[in-house]
């Protein structure tokens, strides 16, 4: 069964701002593109570095890789440019009481 | 236009079977290893900041996506530390001590006759308007910063194969190469990447239209000319369902005592059934540091292939790579290295098996000798879900005398069970036994050491256009000289 974790208000993620969170040893960057929220694992697929913290393209709802520059697309955690090939994990976004919530497991 | 006085004829000279082996360094210098006066429309001053990365992109009217590409490359060229692994001769690299833009001439010319005359009968005495002539479906001839000739078949042209300088392809087909550029490397993949990505010019822009088979060969030619010059071409092939392009590129640049750096980043798409052949003779003087970033994505079906010989340059880090990223795709690395003296040849390739039933092969061949040094690095990498896939890695070495070296750093990564993969790796030196044996039927010293040598890259000459396996055996030959003591 998916376990349901909390993130923030929704009022605290305006559009292009992004928050990272950790649920066990799972670290998860949240981002919001243009009012749509989505959620992908904090990891590249290439070496394993961290993710969510390289350079984020609201408009395009992209995220680079610090490391290396793989290019991901946050709406399906795919990689849009290489070296990453493998995608990486994505998590379903709930809003309940105005609270962002994630689906994991 | 003023210019040295050519020192040897346009044809170069063949050495006949009986006329022995003469040294590299003076062949060298006559073949490849003079200078042109510099009669030069632009010559920007060295180092690098984000002023000349500007004016690159503003002498080339660039749009404004290209340049922000441009200076944000800068940022990450600059924020990133010399890499530490391959070479210690890496550390040898100076930023500061190079000009990274120098313009010959205005614009690349249809004709040889709309090329500087001295830029010209340069090429001239490399052959390549003859090579042209005879055996080549199109050329274009680079010169420092920018290409200054470029010519395709009309046949070739009338079926929709494109085949333009990088600047010119990013004038004329904006569309698809913004769709393309930089998603095989991208601009933060390494130091060398982002540096080639601030200031790239020149390189090759191909496309090649659905089912359309290019049956001679593409070429391009570099060149470097001025001292502690750097040359960053930029090359982009796309090929599309189920055609077939062989591209072929050459350099080589003056000897001077400083250094010069080479730093290109080429990609290559192979869409599903297509096949790409890159094949490469590099052979630059030995004071230029050659790190390029080479690699393919092979789609479904497509193949690409990457012959690449190193006989020049004093540092060589290049470790062509194919991503098999659609079912039953295939790649195929034949390297070649050929370090003599003061060379560190560090090359190799890398596989990446992304999907089931794809295959490779990686045959990488070193020769050191006059204590050079030869590396092989390569990955071979079999992703989970990539089942059924099948690939062989051989790389042989060989040490000529016995203050050479010769290093082996082979990477497997294997995440499927159900996969064949085979590993073989030899080191030998040219053993008195063989000697003795070929001597034995009356052939002189000199001879039979060519002959193993020739036995032992044969494999992968044999995939060289023949000009340029005749090529490539002479300049082996000549390397050879007095290797057996």
């Known amino acids: 069964m998916p376990e349901v974790i909390e993130v923030c208000p929704v009022a605290e993620l305006q559009p292009g701002e992004r928050r990272l969170v950790e649920w066990e040893d799972l670290e998860i960057g949240v981002f919001n593109c243009g009012g749509t929220l989505y959620a992908i694992e904090d990891r590249c697929s290439?070496?394993?570095?961290?993710?969510?913290?390289?350079?984020?393209?609201?408009?395009?709802?992209?995220?680079?890789?610090?490391?290396?520059?793989?290019?991901f697309d946050i709406t399906t955690g795919r990689p849009l440019t290489l070296p990453a090939y493998v995608p990486v994990d994505t998590f379903p976004v709930i809003i309940e009481d105005e609270t962002i919530k994630l689906e994991v497991e | 236009m003023a210019t040295t006085e050519p020192k040897i004829p346009v044809e170069p000279p063949v050495p006949s079977e009986n006329e022995g082996l003469r040294g590299i360094n003076a062949d060298y210098a006559e073949r490849f290893g003079f200078h042109d006066a510099e009669n030069y429309l632009y010559k920007a001053p060295k180092g690098l900041n984000r002023e000349i990365v500007e004016k690159i992109s503003e002498f080339k009217s660039e749009p404004e996506w290209m340049r922000e590409f441009r200076l944000k490359a800068l940022e990450h060229f600059l924020s990133r530390p010399q890499p530490t692994w391959g070479s210690p001769m890496l550390q040898e690299v100076d930023y500061d001590d190079i000009h990274y833009f120098v313009r010959a001439s205005e614009k690349p010319g249809r004709s040889w006759d709309d090329v500087p005359a001295d830029v010209k009968k340069t090429f001239d005495r490399l052959g390549?308007?003859?090579?042209?002539?005879?055996?080549?479906?199109?050329?274009?001839?680079?010169?420092?910063?920018?290409?200054?000739?470029?010519?395709?078949?009309?046949?070739?042209?009338?079926?929709?194969?494109?085949?333009?300088?990088?600047?010119?392809?990013?004038?004329?087909?904006?569309?698809?190469?913004?769709?393309?550029?930089?998603?095989?490397?991208?601009?933060?993949?390494?130091?060398?990447?982002?540096?080639?990505?601030?200031?790239?010019?020149?390189?090759?822009?191909?496309?090649?239209?659905?089912?359309?088979?290019?049956?001679?060969?593409?070429?391009?030619?570099?060149?470097?000319?001025?001292?502690?010059?750097?040359?960053?071409?930029?090359?982009?092939?796309?090929?599309?369902?189920?055609?077939?392009?062989?591209?072929?590129?050459?350099?080589?640049?003056?000897?001077?005592?400083?250094?010069?750096?080479?730093?290109?980043?080429?990609?290559?798409?192979?869409?599903?059934?297509?096949?790409?052949?890159?094949?490469?003779?590099?052979?630059?003087?030995?004071?230029?540091?050659?790190?390029?970033?080479?690699?393919?994505?092979?789609?479904?079906?497509?193949?690409?292939?990457?012959?690449?010989?190193?006989?020049?340059?004093?540092?060589?880090?290049?470790?062509?790579?194919?991503?098999?990223?659609?079912?039953?795709?295939?790649g195929e690395i034949l390297s070649i290295a050929f370090a003599g003296k003061g060379q560190h040849q560090d090359a190799g390739g890398k596989i990446i098996h992304a999907a089931p039933n794809t295959t490779s092969n990686i045959f990488a061949k070193s020769i050191s000798k006059d204590g050079g040094r030869g590396s092989y690095r390569g990955l071979l990498e079999i992703a989970k879900g990539a089942h059924g896939a099948r690939s062989k890695v051989v790389c042989d070495a060989l040490l000529l005398d016995e203050e050479s070296r010769s290093d082996t750093y082979p990477t497997i990564r294997i995440s499927?069970?159900?996969?064949?993969?085979?590993?073989?790796?030899?080191?030998?030196?040219?053993?008195?036994?063989?000697?003795?044996?070929?001597?034995?039927?009356?052939i002189p010293e000199d001879e039979a050491s060519k002959l193993i040598v020739n036995g032992f890259i044969e494999p992968i000459t044999k995939e060289l256009p023949m000009e340029y396996a005749v090529e490539m055996n002479r300049l082996i030959e000549l390397q050879m000289e007095g290797s057996i003591g």
């Not at chain 2, 085979?422 to 040219?430: F, I, L, P, R, Y």
């Open chain 1, 46 to 71: 290439h070496d394993n570095g961290p993710l969510a913290e390289g350079e984020f393209d609201e408009e395009q709802c992209t995220v680079e890789c610090p490391r290396h520059g793989s290019l």
């Open chain 2, 128 to 330: 390549i308007p003859e090579a042209e002539r005879k055996f080549l479906a199109g050329v274009g001839a680079q010169y420092e910063s920018e290409v200054v000739y470029h010519q395709v078949r009309e046949d070739l042209e009338q079926q929709g194969v494109i085949f333009v300088d990088m600047d010119t392809g990013l004038r004329e087909h904006e569309d698809i190469v913004r769709k393309y550029f930089a998603t095989v490397i991208p601009p933060n993949d390494n130091k060398l990447a982002a540096l080639n990505s601030a200031v790239w010019s020149g390189g090759s822009f191909v496309y090649v239209p659905e089912g359309v088979h290019v049956e001679m060969p593409l070429q391009a030619y570099f060149r470097i000319n001025t001292e502690n010059m750097g040359q960053f071409e930029r090359t982009l092939i796309i090929a599309e369902p189920g055609s077939y392009v062989h591209y072929v590129e050459g350099c080589t640049a003056p000897t001077y005592s400083s250094n010069s750096l080479h730093s290109a980043v080429v990609e290559l798409i192979a869409q599903p059934g297509a096949r790409i052949r890159y094949t490469t003779v590099q052979n630059w003087s030995t004071n230029v540091f050659n790190l390029v970033t080479k690699r393919a994505i092979a789609q479904e079906d497509a193949t690409v292939e990457w012959v690449d010989c190193n006989l020049g340059s004093r540092l060589t880090m290049k470790y062509p790579s194919v991503y098999l990223m659609g079912e039953r795709a295939h």
């Open chain 2, 416 to 442: 499927e069970d159900d996969v064949n993969v085979g590993h073989e790796a030899t080191v030998s030196k040219v053993g008195e036994d063989q000697l003795f044996y070929l001597m034995s039927h009356g």
